[in-house]
T-cell receptor
Framework: EADIYQTPRYLVIGTGKKITLECSQT?????MYWYQQDPGMELHLIHY???????EKGDLSSESTVSRIRTEHFPLTLESARPSHTSQYLC???????????????FGAGSRLTVL | AQSVTQPDIHITVSEGASLELRCNYS??????LFWYVQSPGQGLQLLLK??????LVQGIKGFEAEFKRSQSSFNLRKPSVHWSDAAEYFC????????????FGRGTSLIVHP
């Protein structure tokens, strides 16, 4: 029973197209994250949010942008996709308050993007 | 900043054999430590976590991990592996203050032979 949903699961598009990867969670979590995952590599944090109207860039520089207008929704957008953007994108969430539970992440199933 | 090292890219074991996956971390204080598992085509699922107290923690699916401060390690173990355990395993470390955002290792791929 997924509490965090990502769509589309798979997307193949041409260079130059604008794409939006959707992420929604039903747990009321304040914090949300986007990680980029490539085979054999660490999960790289590219964006995160502490709550509505809060967005921060992560450790890995990314040409993507995010928005957080509603607590449950954290979409990621690429204005002009390139082959270098081909990757798997994982969305996650955690409760926002401090303490140990704040960094227990719940992940979505991922969106695998291929740019031709 | 914290970092995580998983020295083994692939581990192959026979079904029924014991398993140990290695994880070393770098962090100035006592961190929060996690193991996640990722099955093909899925997101990551939390196996177990260490916050404080008993250094041997039990998780789901029969897994356990031991925090060894002197070795900066948090190795994952299972006494008898099942074919369904074949997956990618990620160790993660999070600071015990501040942003609390976890940093992940690059993962260890577990292959189980019948």
């Amino acid at each position: 029973e997924a509490d965090i949903y990502q769509t589309p699961r798979y997307l193949v598009i041409g260079t130059g197209k604008k794409i939006t990867l959707e992420c929604s969670q039903t747990m009321g979590h304040d914090k949300m994250y986007w990680y980029q995952q490539d085979p054999g590599m660490e999960l790289h944090l590219i964006h995160y949010s502490y709550g509505v109207n809060s967005t921060e860039k992560g450790d890995l520089s990314s040409e993507s942008t995010v928005s957080r207008i509603r607590t449950e929704h954290f979409p990621l957008t690429l204005e002009s996709a390139r082959p270098s953007h081909t990757s798997q994108y994982l969305c996650a969430s955690s409760r926002g308050q401090g303490g140990p539970g704040a960094n227990v992440l719940t992940f979505g199933a991922g969106s695998r993007l291929t740019v031709l | 900043a914290q970092s995580v090292t998983q020295p083994d890219i692939h581990i192959t074991v026979s079904e029924g054999a014991s398993l140990e996956l290695r994880c070393n971390y770098s962090y100035g204080a006592t961190p929060y430590l996690f193991w996640y598992v990722q099955s093909p085509g899925q997101g990551l699922q939390l196996l177990l976590k260490y916050f404080s107290g008993d250094t041997l923690v039990q998780g789901i699916k029969g897994f356990e991990a031991e925090f060894k401060r002197s070795q900066s390690s948090f190795n994952l173990r299972k006494p008898s592996v099942h074919w369904s355990d074949a997956a990618e395993y990620f160790c993660a470390v999070a600071p015990s203050g501040g942003s609390y955002i976890p940093t992940f290792g690059r993962g260890t791929s577990l292959i189980v032979h019948p």
